[in-house]
């Protein structure tokens, strides 16, 4: 697996990380029971207008070079926000995402790292958990849509 950074702004791989975000947050949609995910149901321009950074992943198992997962976050001076972790569906369970967060972990410099995802799905929330991430409590973002927060504080 080769991680690098990325922009959404280079063609065609804001096609790709727009194909493969909406793969992923439908498999999220499938866990909680609601398809009211803002990410997924962005355009290109709309993914490319968010102030975020991005890494992929390329892996064999997702076709030659092509993306198996990515993450995107926003840094701020004592915090880092993992805005969104995306990993194809066929590659799903093979330690992408993990491998992804920990790049943003080591490159956050000490600083808390915070993500949210849906309160009823478990993987990301044993990924995160099992990273060390501590949840912070639980929101409805919109009406019967229930996010839950977590923070990585550094040792």
Request: glycine letters at 10%; aromatic letters at 6%; charged letters at 25%.
């Amino acid at each position: 697996m080769i991680i690098r950074e990325v922009s959404p702004y280079d063609d065609p791989l804001g096609g790709e990380l727009l194909a493969l975000q909406r793969a992923a947050y439908a498999v999220e949609a499938e866990l909680i029971g609601d398809d009211r995910i803002p990410p997924l149901h962005e355009s290109l321009d709309e993914l490319r207008a968010q102030r975020l950074r991005w890494m992929a992943a390329t892996s064999d198992d997702a076709g030659s070079g092509r993306v198996a997962g990515a993450v995107a976050w926003e840094e701020g001076d004592g915090e880092v926000d993992i805005n969104r972790l995306v990993v194809h569906p066929s590659a799903a369970r093979r330690g992408i995402g993990r491998a992804l967060v920990q790049e943003v972990l080591a490159r956050a410099g000490g600083r808390r790292v915070v993500v949210a995802t849906g309160r009823d799905n478990v993987p990301a929330r044993r990924l995160y958990e099992g990273l060390g991430f501590t949840l912070l409590g639980e929101s409805e973002v919109i009406p019967e849509l229930w996010i839950v927060n977590y923070a990585y504080h550094p040792h």
